[in-house]
């Protein structure tokens, strides 16, 4: 039988018991029902007190039925509590056991920190991808949130040590903080930095000036959704045709045309080729929109004859099974 069920049996056997009792006395000795109630939770209980009045021949019978009864329902009663006490602690146990391991294998995964509205609009577009993540919160309503998710996650306060530890700083490719306060903010890339220097840190800024506080603190990149809110509004008005051509592109649903990343790996086919000879545009119909560079030059609209380097990130503009395509080729594979 299920824990709940079993514990809510046995807690409704217990009042029956309790009500029949109460109800006997009041009958059988013509007590008033505190009487009777008292009288019934005494002897249930065995506590050894006398009786509330002198018992008649056929009470004393009465109660020798109370007690062979309902001693066994209390003892029933505390079994079940005990077990669902126990089963439910040692699945939360074991939950947890198996949540930190899978956690420890985590290797080249992003830790956010923060599972607010900015939070869990993140995790819904890593999961989208899917790219691995953990999160960091220590709220108490979000974390049954992201229990419910089914998210990995850290309970604790993200500008200790232990904690980010706990998420797997060491290894992780990247950090967000994405907490309502600046001031946490720049805890959270202060202890980031210093537990990983190479670790790429996002953070998201709230008041003016934060910016600068905050990428004096360590953060490669500072974002405030509130200003690219602000310009995205004013370009919606001004320039809608863009927009929406943006919003079709960098949809995180399965739309037909995407913009996308893909870096290139040194044993690629592609690396050392030049844009023309590549075949991208000819045989894929992938526009190459930009080309980063391993040192972050960045060359927009880039020419035919334009080298593709080892390690360089193409920014493309295509359709979903031909970017799936190109990003077998980028790392590696064959085509």
């Given at each position: 039988m299920?824990?709940?069920?079993?514990?809510?049996?046995?807690?409704?056997?217990?009042?029956?018991?309790i009500?029949?009792?109460?109800l006997?006395y009041a009958?059988i000795?013509?007590w008033?029902?505190f009487?009777?109630?008292?009288m019934t939770?005494?002897?249930?209980a065995?506590?050894?007190?006398r009786?509330?009045h002198e018992?008649?021949?056929e009470?004393?019978?009465?109660?020798?039925?109370?007690?062979i009864s309902?001693?066994g329902?209390?003892?029933?009663?505390?079994s079940?509590?005990?077990q669902?006490?126990?089963?439910?602690?040692?699945?939360?146990i074991?939950g947890r056991?198996?949540?930190?391991?899978?956690?420890g294998?985590?290797?080249?995964h992003?830790?956010?920190?923060?599972?607010g509205?900015?939070?869990h609009?993140i995790?819904?577009?890593f999961?989208?991808?899917?790219t691995?993540f953990v999160v960091?919160?220590?709220?108490p309503?979000?974390?049954?949130?992201?229990?419910?998710?089914g998210?990995?996650y850290?309970e604790?306060d993200a500008?200790d040590?232990e904690?980010?530890?706990a998420?797997?700083i060491?290894?992780?490719k990247g950090l967000?903080?994405?907490?309502?306060?600046?001031?946490d903010n720049v805890y959270?890339?202060?202890?980031?930095?210093?537990?990983?220097?190479?670790?790429?840190i996002l953070?998201?800024?709230?008041?003016e000036?934060a910016?600068k506080?905050?990428?004096r603190?360590?953060?490669?990149?500072?974002?405030?959704?509130?200003?690219?809110?602000?310009s995205r509004m004013?370009q919606?008005i001004l320039?809608?045709?863009v927009?929406d051509?943006?919003?079709?592109?960098?949809?995180s649903?399965h739309?037909a045309?995407?913009i996308?990343?893909?870096r290139i790996a040194?044993?690629?086919?592609?690396?050392?080729?030049?844009l023309?000879n590549?075949?991208?545009r000819?045989s894929?119909g992938?526009?190459?929109v930009?080309i980063?560079?391993?040192?972050?030059?960045?060359t927009?609209?880039?020419p035919?004859?334009?080298n593709?380097e080892?390690?360089?990130?193409?920014?493309i503009l295509?359709?979903r099974?031909a970017?799936?395509?190109?990003e077998?080729i980028a790392?590696?594979?064959?085509?």
């Amino acid at each position: 039988m299920d824990p709940v069920r079993h514990l809510r049996f046995s807690i409704a056997a217990l009042v029956t018991v309790i009500a029949f009792g109460t109800l006997g006395y009041a009958m059988i000795e013509d007590w008033q029902a505190f009487d009777a109630l008292y009288m019934t939770i005494i002897t249930l209980a065995t506590v050894g007190f006398r009786e509330v009045h002198e018992l008649s021949p056929e009470g004393k019978i009465f109660t020798i039925v109370l007690i062979i009864s309902g001693t066994g329902i209390i003892a029933y009663t505390l079994s079940s509590l005990i077990q669902f006490t126990l089963e439910g602690q040692l699945r939360k146990i074991l939950g947890r056991k198996k949540l930190e391991s899978r956690i420890g294998k985590l290797r080249d995964h992003y830790i956010i920190c923060g599972y607010g509205r900015i939070g869990h609009l993140i995790c819904r577009e890593f999961q989208s991808r899917p790219t691995p993540f953990v999160v960091v919160e220590q709220n108490p309503n979000h974390i049954e949130r992201l229990e419910r998710e089914g998210y990995m996650y850290v309970e604790g306060d993200a500008t200790d040590d232990e904690t980010l530890q706990a998420a797997g700083i060491e290894h992780a490719k990247g950090l967000i903080t994405a907490v309502t306060s600046d001031t946490d903010n720049v805890y959270i890339t202060l202890t980031a930095r210093g537990l990983n220097p190479k670790l790429f840190i996002l953070a998201r800024a709230g008041e003016e000036g934060a910016e600068k506080k905050l990428m004096r603190a360590g953060a490669s990149k500072v974002i405030s959704p509130y200003t690219i809110g602000a310009s995205r509004m004013a370009q919606a008005i001004l320039r809608p045709s863009v927009v929406d051509f943006i919003e079709l592109a960098t949809a995180s649903e399965h739309l037909a045309l995407q913009i996308e990343e893909i870096r290139i790996a040194a044993n690629s086919v592609l690396a050392g080729k030049n844009l023309i000879n590549s075949g991208i545009r000819q045989s894929m119909g992938i526009i190459i929109v930009g080309i980063k560079e391993s040192d972050g030059k960045m060359t927009f609209n880039p020419p035919p004859e334009k080298n593709i380097e080892p390690n360089s990130v193409l920014i493309i503009l295509g359709e979903r099974p031909a970017i799936s395509k190109l990003e077998k080729i980028a790392g590696g594979g064959q085509s």
